[in-house]
């Protein structure tokens, strides 16, 4: 939504409905941003779909990565996929940033690999922006590192706090450390050690919170180890999934119910929108060397195209220059 | 709801509404099970609320524990408190289980230092009975132990497969270790190498889950640390909480919706119904020498008495037992 210009690398081979979901969700992307250049990355045959559109340019990779591959693997034998292109246009600089809503763990391997981390930066972070009833809270890490130390955490606190600033417009972000309890005593020894770090290094520090301030908007950015992260997005998932059934069940299971039903499903629907992740546009890489943004593998058009929107917003914001004077000066960057 | 005879010690003083829903909930234990017993523990002028109940002896205990206090400095201190009076009763064999709807701390606190460890169990863990679409799944740890080591997860497995049986009648319960990533290859260390003991040591072990099968019923029993199951747990209160409240305030917000929601109301509070955690009645303790049940601070009567009709049916079922046999000899127990 900007005059300013912006470089995206897009795969055009991300997600199960690739590429005709991608082909619409750039095209969406394109025409709502003019400042928008998507350098849109796959097969030959596939590219031509896109052909008729103006700031687009096709940029052949012949390999595909599926879904289900091992992603190191995959991402070292197969130079020529989308997805490692696409990374290699942002380690060259050809594009500020990339989206991807292909093989999850084969994007995080390209960023790492190709794209590369940033100085000081221990472990690179998979973020995700959880709707709440007030504004969104982004989560860190949700499955890049399952095992941590006290000093990751506290670089996943810079991170989040930036990804806060540039993408959600927070001035200052409250940080949270995800907890069993309140006190600083409690919990796991790393999340008190964790504690202890985060009160000494990072100004918008706040303190605990618990698994309920996950979706409650308490703070803007909770810090956690990829495996709790990981736990937490999945749980709400499942449990989004299992009420909004349960829901409908309840709401179609009588004739006057089915009517009633057809009065307050605007209002549902409204909610279910309000709710849905699609919005906010995948899951970055936070601590690699240029902005990589990473959907799900169901994404639909319109996420695809809040995914490119939210990159290109990360890459004029100076996401990644951000991260790195974090992480550089911690302490400094919440001035 | 039998004729066999379990005596329960309860606490009178336990929640935030104590001693009034403690008072009706028992009375209402004691009208649906002819077999129980109830030992009610408080203050004497407490005590008389619950004078006219047949099968009910109270037993005075001139301490409470607030649900604010430090929970192990307040077992050792409080001697003569409701919680470590009716804990008390457990060790002594008067009673063969307790509940207490009070500070959880300190109930876990009097089970371990009171009524004693069972021989053989590393740590005593928290137990939730999650509500899902189909029948219920236990997760265990909730919060006893922050920090484990894959062993303690062996045992929980064990323990949790006795509960499942002996208070949710599942014959042969399915046990899963809660993952970020279904192959033995994936998750923290601490994942891995419980993967590897539980694949040997527990006939049940079906693999692992994920975050998502916490609320889809995929298994009948899942094991974690204390610190990702706790904070699963209160991601669940939070997020459960958020979309009713959203629900009901999509239901009317317009004239035309008010009227629609009041048809659609039944439906929808069956389904807060079946989904509410009370009729499960509260979280064991497991590992230790007596039935321990602890009940949500917020229980209502009815939560009181699901809670004391479960510890009933764990009693006459040979909780203690089944959890003692199957640690001393494991691999024995699912036969």
Same mark, same amino acid.
């Given at each position: 939504?900007?005059?300013?210009?912006?470089?995206?690398?897009?795969?055009?081979?991300?997600?199960?409905?690739?590429?005709?979901?991608?082909?619409?969700?750039? /095209?969406?992307?394109? $025409? @709502?941003?003019?400042?928008?250049?998507?350098? !849109?990355? +796959?097969? =030959?045959?596939?590219?031509? %779909? #896109?052909?008729?559109?103006?700031?687009?340019?096709?940029?052949?990779?012949?390999?595909?990565?599926?879904?289900?591959?091992?992603?190191?693997?995959?991402?070292?034998?197969?130079?020529?996929?989308?997805?490692?292109?696409?990374?290699?246009?942002?380690?060259?600089?050809?594009?500020?940033?990339?989206?991807?809503?292909?093989?999850? /763990?084969?994007?995080? $391997? @390209?960023?790492?690999?190709?794209?590369?981390? !940033?100085? +000081?930066? =221990?472990?690179?972070?998979? %973020? #995700?922006?959880?709707?709440?009833?007030?504004?969104?809270?982004?989560?860190?890490?949700?499955?890049?590192?399952?095992?941590?130390?006290?000093?990751?955490?506290?670089?996943?606190?810079?991170?989040?706090?930036?990804?806060?600033?540039?993408?959600?417009?927070?001035?200052?972000?409250?940080?949270?450390?995800?907890?069993?309890?309140?006190?600083?005593?409690?919990?796991?020894?790393?999340?008190?050690?964790?504690?202890?770090?985060?009160? =000494?290094?990072?100004?918008?520090?706040?303190?605990?919170?618990?698994?309920?301030?996950?979706?409650?908007?308490?703070?803007?950015?909770?810090?956690?180890?990829?495996?709790?992260?990981?736990?937490?997005?999945?749980?709400?998932?499942?449990?989004?999934?299992?009420?909004?059934?349960?829901?409908?069940?309840?709401?179609?299971?009588?004739?006057?119910?089915?009517?009633?039903?057809?009065?307050?499903?605007?209002?549902?629907?409204?909610?279910?929108?309000?709710?849905?992740?699609?919005?906010?546009?995948?899951?970055?890489?936070?601590?690699?060397?240029?902005?990589?943004?990473?959907?799900?593998?169901?994404?639909?058009?319109?996420?695809?195209?809040?995914?490119?929107?939210?990159?290109?917003?990360?890459?004029?914001?100076?996401?990644?220059?951000?991260?790195?004077?974090?992480?550089?000066?911690?302490?400094?960057?919440?001035?």
């Amino acid at each position: 939504m900007s005059e300013v210009s912006a470089t995206v690398a897009v795969d055009l081979m991300g997600g199960d409905r690739a590429p005709d979901v991608v082909v619409e969700g750039v /095209g969406s992307a394109l $025409a @709502a941003d003019p400042g928008l250049h998507v350098l !849109l990355v +796959g097969p =030959e045959h596939a590219l031509v %779909a #896109a052909a008729g559109f103006e700031r687009c340019t096709p940029v052949p990779a012949h390999e595909v990565i599926t879904m289900d591959e091992h992603p190191a693997n995959a991402v070292r034998s197969k130079k020529d996929s989308s997805i490692v292109v696409g990374a290699r246009l942002v380690r060259e600089g050809r594009a500020g940033g990339f989206f991807s809503a292909g093989n999850t /763990g084969a994007c995080m $391997a @390209a960023a790492t690999l190709v794209v590369g981390r !940033l100085r +000081g930066v =221990e472990r690179p972070a998979l %973020a #995700a922006v959880i709707p709440t009833g007030e504004r969104p809270t982004v989560l860190l890490d949700v499955g890049a590192n399952a095992d941590v130390r006290p000093e990751m955490l506290l670089q996943f606190g810079h991170m989040g706090a930036a990804y806060a600033r540039i993408t959600l417009g927070v001035a200052s972000p409250r940080v949270g450390l995800l907890n069993i309890g309140e006190e600083p005593t409690k919990g796991s020894m790393l999340a008190q050690e964790a504690y202890a770090l985060l009160t =000494e290094g990072l100004p918008g520090f706040v303190g605990n919170v618990e698994g309920r301030d996950v979706t409650s908007g308490t703070v803007d950015v909770i810090v956690t180890d990829g495996f709790t992260g990981n736990v937490t997005l999945k749980v709400l998932e499942g449990l989004s999934r299992q009420l909004l059934s349960e829901i409908k069940a309840a709401l179609t299971s009588s004739t006057i119910n089915k009517l009633a039903a057809a009065v307050v499903q605007p209002s549902l629907v409204a909610l279910k929108e309000r709710l849905d992740p699609d919005v906010y546009g995948g899951a970055p890489l936070l601590g690699v060397n240029g902005v990589c943004m990473i959907g799900h593998g169901s994404s639909s058009a319109r996420a695809i195209a809040s995914g490119v929107a939210t990159t290109a917003k990360a890459v004029r914001g100076g996401l990644t220059e951000a991260i790195a004077v974090a992480i550089r000066e911690p302490g400094g960057d919440a001035v």
